[in-house]
């Protein structure tokens, strides 16, 4: 049976004890990592890492660097603004050419309830949030974001 719904997830300012829980608690199947580069100087999500806490779980684990966004185009920025700016780029000349991966991204999600990973609490503040609307679009899913409970201003 085809999933109706698509989550989304940030790990900023959660552990990889709180992922996990959200997820089980969602009944999400798999994640799929849409960040260029999977390394991260939190413990638990490089990629390895965060594959094992996954299989641990019972969830499986992709990675498709190729719908992230290159280092060199997120450096630097500080305001809201620039990252919406940056985003609407990545939705309209990055993201049309990428069909294959949106594709593969796109056998995916329909198989199975799943998460797009990456790294910013707020999913308007990340390129995820474009994906997931694409995805909504060509598959019509639900697309649904999990956020953090507590306030980014306060921390």
Known sequence: MKPWVLYTIGYQGISIEEL?????QNNVKCIVDVRRNAISRKQGFSKESLRKSCQAAEIEYFHIPQLGIESKMRRGLKA???YVKLLDTYEKEL?????????ELRRIVESQVCALFCFEA?????HRSRLAAKLEEISHLRIRHLEPAWD???T
Not at 20 to 24: E, P, Q, S, W
Not at 122 to 126: I, N, S, Y
Request: hydrophobic share 30%.
């Open 80 to 82: 809201n603004w620039e």
């Open 152 to 154: 980014l201003a306060s």
């Open 95 to 103: 993201l049309p050419q990428k069909e294959e991966y949106i594709n």
């Open 20 to 24: 996990i829980g959200d997820l089980k």
């Open 122 to 126: 707020t999913p308007q503040l990340c």
